[in-house]
């Protein structure tokens, strides 16, 4: 969770729900600053949806991380490629 220390989130809460959502760091704090900026209703508006990991299949999770130029994803679990993916 974002702390005081840390002054490029501008909205934490917006922040940690994209978190529980799957998004990672850097797009969660992309989306969140985003809205402080311009408003949440105009936020998000031309982009499409992604799906969640959770929804992906193994392989594809594999081959969305060999694509991010992560090592020892072939060994992993899902759950612990969905983790290292939404660090990433």
């Known amino acids: 969770m974002p702390d005081k220390k840390n002054p490029s989130i501008k909205d934490p809460k917006l922040y940690e729900e994209l ?3 799957g998004a990672s760091k850097q797009k969660a704090a992309r989306i969140s600053n985003a809205a402080a900026k311009k408003g949440r209703s105009k936020v998000g508006r ?3 949806e992604a799906g969640s ?3 992906w299949t193994v392989a594809e999770l594999k081959k969305r991380a ?3 130029g992560q ?3 072939s060994k992993k679990t899902k759950p612990q490629l969905i983790s290292s993916l939404r660090d990433s």
């Open 19 to 21: 978190r529980d959502e």
């Open 46 to 48: 031309s982009g499409g």
């Open 53 to 55: 990991y959770e929804d």
């Open 66 to 68: 060999k694509e991010l």
């Open 71 to 73: 090592s020892g994803y």
